[in-house]
């Protein structure tokens, strides 16, 4: 078996070593030579850490070997590099299991960044995102992603939800295609992603974005629960977000809402009238037949998540969408998460930074300002980001330099030492020292009847100590959205008798999804 070259960047304080309190101090040789301070760990005060530091860093700011600081690592199943940046929870486990004492409340700033290397970034967001005084938070809008099978009215749905909004007609301009839009429903907002289908949803959170707050997952009344409605509800169970299920095409002759509804309490969706959670609601885009009551059902389901941000502080946020324009430079589409986005606030977005220079809404109007689940377009970045990268102002261009530059270097190191996503072999390793909790598979088969057996073959695997978590199963070829999918939820894909096609296979390359291939169970 070969060794693992997973390399996490932050370890959480369960899948640690319980032990605690000094002991033995580890070995010092050459430190004192190089004038590096060797006091016992008993002898010093609470050790200051930064936001993120390298595993040299640290063990000179500790006064011991780098050899002691990797190995500790390992212990806890992290194999590093001694240039690998480590963030402060994890290098404050390692001081502790050294026997020193950390210091506690806000990490140190480093060279004036609070943030380097993009992993530790997106590891760090939820911090971001929670950070503020629960007095100072607002109701906002909610944030909705539409998903469904090919040709179930995914686009003309949203076309239809757009026309509905008086308040668009009354601001003036025409809905501009910027990768998500806004609609008003008796005063209330609801905020859409324009990108229809799961393609571009995981692909976010294959980035660590955390974007959409509620699924809409269409289904065609005429047609039925398909191949990707099956995907879709898969990509929004595995994203942990509300599902409502719009039961389009209600208005043709053979709609079959009560086969839907049983195809989909085959899948695992039980609807409200079936006993279950999920809401479904009958509409036509064609006819603009209960549009109402799906933006309604949408606002209940927001209401119940008490969904709110501050819109005081400053604007953290997700890039929908970029590209290159010839006259303006890179433009940016982005959903401001919280705080408020300004005209001459200086960002930083995944690896490239700059200043506001202009801010448009999807009625293509300039604004001076954009408040939490607002959504914009950004004119002023240096280069075009990514879809999913995590956009946060500072507080000068100093700061927003040095956070771009380590976040490339930390780029360029991941690049250059093989370090990916989780492999099967990895998993075992961490499943055998206690470390992994539950396996996630991706599992397609040549056909359908074949799963029902691989499953149960692999059911049997399930025991107290790791729990196997199906997130995909389904006939067919490997497909793209197979390995996004597995990229976002950090799982394996398996395939038996079935091949993988190039797209998919590149894309499994690029992501660092590990696929394995078998013709017999």
Known sequence: MRSSKEEPVARSRSGTRGRRGPRKPPRRDGFAAAGVQTLDPRERGP?????????????????????????????????????????????????????????????????????????????????????????????????????????????????????TDVAAAERGGITQHI?????????????FLD??????????????????????????????????????????KAAKVPIIIALNKIDKPDANADRVKTELTEAGIVVE?????????????????????????????????????NPARTAVGTIVEARLDKGRGAVATTLVQTGTLKVGDIIVVGETFGRVRALENDLGKRVGEAGPASAVVILGLSDVPQAGDILRVVKD????????????????AKAGDGSGRATLEDLYSQIQAGQAKELRIILKADVSGSLGAITHALEQLDQDEIRLNVLLEGAGDVTDNDIMLAAASNAIVVAFNTKVTETARRSAEAEGVDVRQYDII
């Open 47 to 163: 050790i200051e850490l930064p936001g993120t530091i390298t595993v040299k860093e640290l063990a000179e700011l500790l006064g011991v070997n780098s050899a002691d600081i990797i190995r500790e690592l390992i212990k806890s199943g992290i194999f590093a590099t001694i240039n690998q940046l480590i963030d402060r929870d994890t290098a404050s486990l390692v001081a502790g299991e050294l026997g020193y004492e950390v210091a506690e409340g806000e990490a140190i700033e480093a060279d004036g960044a609070e943030e380097t290397d993009s992993k530790v970034a997106e590891a760090s967001k939820d911090v971001l995102f929670e950070e503020d005084d629960p007095s100072k938070l607002e109701p906002r809008a909610p944030i909705v992603t539409v998903m469904g099978h090919v040709d179930h009215g995914k686009t003309s749905l949203l076309d239809a939800i757009r026309t």
């Open 179 to 191: 990768g998500a839009s806004e609609v008003t429903h008796d005063g209330k907002r609801v905020v």
């Open 195 to 236: 990108t229809p289908g799961h393609e571009a949803f995981t692909a976010m959170r294959a980035r660590g974005a955390k974007v959409t707050d509620i699924a809409i997952v269409v289904v065609a009344a005429d047609d039925g629960v398909m191949p990707q409605t099956l995907e879709a509800i898969s990509h929004a």
């Open 273 to 309: 009238e079936y006993g279950g959670d999920v809401p479904l609601v009958p509409v036509s885009a064609k006819s603009r037949i209960g549009l109402d009551e799906l933006i309604e059902m949408v606002l209940l389901v927001a209401d119940l998540q008490e969904l709110k941000a």
């Open 397 to 412: 261009e100093k700061e927003a330099r040095a956070m771009v530059e380590a976040r490339k270097a930390a780029a360029s």
